[in-house]
Nanobody, 126 residues
Framework: EVQLVESGGGLVQAGGSLRLSCEAS????????IGWFRQAPGKEREEIAC????????YSADSVKGRFTVFGDDTKNTKYLQMNSLKPEDTAIYFC???????????????????WGQGTEVTVSS
C-alpha cells in the first residue's frame, strides 16, 4: 500500500520560506502524480500544486503561483513544495496526496487522488 509522509512544516514569519517534503513508498507502478493540498481552519481544502512523474508536468493554483514551486527527487521518491514569500493567509495544514498511474498521467487540477499523507502544519506569523 502506498504511504506518504509529509515533513518540513513549522512556524515562520511573513516573507519567509519553508520547504515541505512528501516521501512516498509502496507504489506498484512506476508513474504517479503527487498533489499538494492545504486546509486552513474553518475553510475547505484547497488544491495548490501537483507534479507528474510520467511527464514532469506541474500545476500551481493562482493563490500560490510565483511563490510556491513543486519539484521532485526521483532517487529518493520524494516530492517537495518550496514555499517562498509566505503570507499569514498561507497558514494551514498541508497535505500531499498520490495518484498511482498505470499508463502515465499528467498533473492537472481536479485529479482524484487515492492516497493521502497525515499532513504537516504551517503557521505564518505577521
Amino acid at each position: 500500500e502506498v504511504q506518504l509522509v509529509e515533513s518540513g512544516g513549522g512556524l515562520v514569519q511573513a516573507g519567509g520560506s519553508l520547504r515541505l517534503s512528501c516521501e512516498a513508498s509502496g507504489f506498484t507502478h512506476n508513474d504517479h502524480v503527487i498533489g499538494w493540498f492545504r486546509q486552513a481552519p474553518g475553510k475547505e481544502r484547497e488544491e495548490i500544486a501537483c507534479i507528474s512523474s510520467a511527464d514532469g508536468s506541474t500545476y500551481s493554483a493562482d493563490s500560490v503561483k510565483g511563490r510556491f514551486t513543486v519539484f521532485g527527487d526521483d532517487t529518493k521518491n520524494t516530492k517537495y513544495l518550496q514555499m517562498n514569500s509566505l503570507k499569514p493567509e498561507d497558514t494551514a495544514i498541508y497535505f500531499c496526496a498520490a495518484f498511482e498511474s498505470i499508463y502515465g498521467s499528467s498533473c492537472y487540477a481536479g485529479l482524484l487522488y487515492d492516497y493521502w499523507g497525515q499532513g504537516t502544519e504551517v503557521t505564518v506569523s505577521s
